[in-house]
Each structure stands twice: as C-alpha cells, then as structure tokens.
C-alpha cells in the first residue's frame, strides 16, 4: 500500500493546517488509517486514527480539541485538520495503514512518506 502525505508547510503559531493522505484503491485488510508525527531527536508518536469502513475516530489525549481526522471515501483521502498549532507541533507528519487497530507504530503495514509541518512562534 503506497500512501502519500502532503500539505505541510510552515504557519504561524495559532495558525491552522490540514494535512492530506491520499490512498492506493484498498485491495488490502487495512480498514484503519491515521496520523503520526516525529520531532527530531524523539520517538515517532501516534497522533490519530480513522477506521475506513466505520469512520469510527480516536485520538491520542495530547489532540484531542485541537486536531480532527477525517475520511473521503470518494477522494481515497483521510485528513487530518491540525488548529490552533504551536511550535511544540513541528515535526514530520507520516500517514500510515494498518489491519487493525492501532496507538502505536507497532503493527502498521505501510506509511506516507512524511510531510514536514513547521510552526514560528
């Protein structure tokens, strides 16, 4: 599954972004899709996951209010819309897929190729 991240850039702090994952046709088992990101110098973090089939959405604490996932099955898309962005947000953003549900990178079948998102302050 080749997955493709884009839509990073740089903002100002309290500025927004939306970040877009575009996906092969889903000839796979991978029914759950989301977001992770990596600050240098730290562990890759989850950030968001969307169930494709139920759209069903679940965030890690550190989010929640501030970023939203999102799906378009006729776009073969998710989204993640990132508010309210503080410099402690920057990092690379990579998309990932997996079989089943997942909070860690453990178990991802396939990730985007990152997209880097800066944030001045």
């Known amino acids: 599954v080749q997955l493709q991240a884009s839509g990073g850039g740089l903002v100002q702090a309290g500025g927004s972004l939306r970040l877009t994952c575009a996906l092969p046709?889903?000839?796979?088992?991978?029914?759950?899709m989301g977001w992770f990101r990596q600050a240098p110098g730290k562990e890759r973090e989850f950030v968001a996951r969307?169930?494709?089939?139920?759209?069903?959405?679940w965030y890690a604490d550190s989010f929640k209010g501030r970023f939203i996932i999102s799906r378009d099955a006729a776009e073969n898309s998710i989204y993640l819309q990132m508010n309210n962005l503080e410099p402690g947000d920057a990092a690379v953003y990579y998309c990932?897929?997996?079989?089943?549900?997942?909070?860690?990178?453990?178990?991802?079948?396939?990730w985007g190729q990152g997209t880097q998102v800066t944030v001045s302050s």
């Open positions: 969307i169930g494709w089939r139920n759209g069903r959405r």
């Open positions: 990932a897929s997996a079989s089943r549900e997942f909070t860690t990178a453990a178990g991802i079948r396939s």
């Open positions: 046709p889903l000839t796979t088992s991978d029914n759950f």
